[in-house]
């Protein structure tokens, strides 16, 4: 914005998603600039008047370089704020939303979790914070817990079998044990969001799943999800 200022989309712990002025954040020595930069933890000093908020003071608290000297790290924590920015509304208070961010980040930059594990976890949590949560319990139609053949239902959000059919709308697979670290997630501390392990196939119907999931249920695309998917594929 202008030569020297920026217009920020701020998560904060109080007022929710807000829309910030930071003047003067890319002058040179800025006291704003690390503040004023993509996916950094701050201490900030608001001030609002008329109809928009400015940035007074900040303080960087956690710039978290593990994931920017990473470029898929850097890419995935980008889809996770553009993601993040969509279900965030102006104003409203979600502390699940921004520990669900923060902790995800977290994971990539400190934890070295495996990054389709924090992807699949994040998009499946963060549905559930939105208010999409998934009935993952049991078969929505035979009442099975231990379904064979497991599929979830993208537009209903439920467990359906092979027994029962896949119904009319898009489905994707799963085995025992995606299912379990679903529910995991869903149905689990959210504190241990993260502390289960996956490889091989059931991880990559873990993660298609999720990601097909979250896509249907938000309906629409992200573009910072395509550049990650393109960095995956190189």
């Known amino acids: 914005y202008k030569e020297t200022d920026k217009i920020l989309t701020v998560l904060t712990r109080e007022g929710g998603k807000r829309t910030v002025k ?21 201490d900030m000093t608001l001030f609002e008047y008329r109809d928009y908020i400015s940035l007074n003071e900040a303080e960087a608290l956690e710039l978290f370089w593990g994931v920017r000297r990473d470029v898929e790290k850097l890419a995935l924590c980008s889809y996770f704020a553009e993601v993040a920015e969509a279900v965030a509304e102006e ?11 923060l902790n995800s980040i977290y994971a990539l930059d400190r934890l070295n979790k495996p990054p389709a594990l924090v992807k699949a976890a994040f998009e499946l949590r963060l549905l559930c914070v939105a208010g999409y949560e998934p009935l993952l319990d049991a078969c929505a139609l035979c009442g099975e817990e231990a379904p064979a053949q497991p599929r979830l239902d993208l537009g209903e959000g439920v467990l359906c079998c092979a027994a029962c059919g896949e119904g009319e709308g898009a489905s994707r697979p799963l085995d025992a044990v995606s299912l379990a670290a679903m529910r995991h997630v869903v149905y689990g501390d959210p504190k241990r969001l993260f502390s289960f392990s996956m490889n091989g196939e059931s991880m990559a119907l873990m993660a298609r799943a999720c990601e097909d999931f979250l896509l249907t249920q938000l309906d629409r695309g992200f573009r910072t999800l395509d550049f990650y998917k393109q960095l995956d594929m190189g």
Do not use: I
């Open 22 to 42: 930071a003047r003067g954040c890319r002058r040179r020595n800025s006291p704003l600039a690390a503040s004023a930069q993509l996916l950094v933890w701050s």
């Open 91 to 101: 104003g409203r208070p979600d502390q699940a939303l921004l520990s669900l961010l």
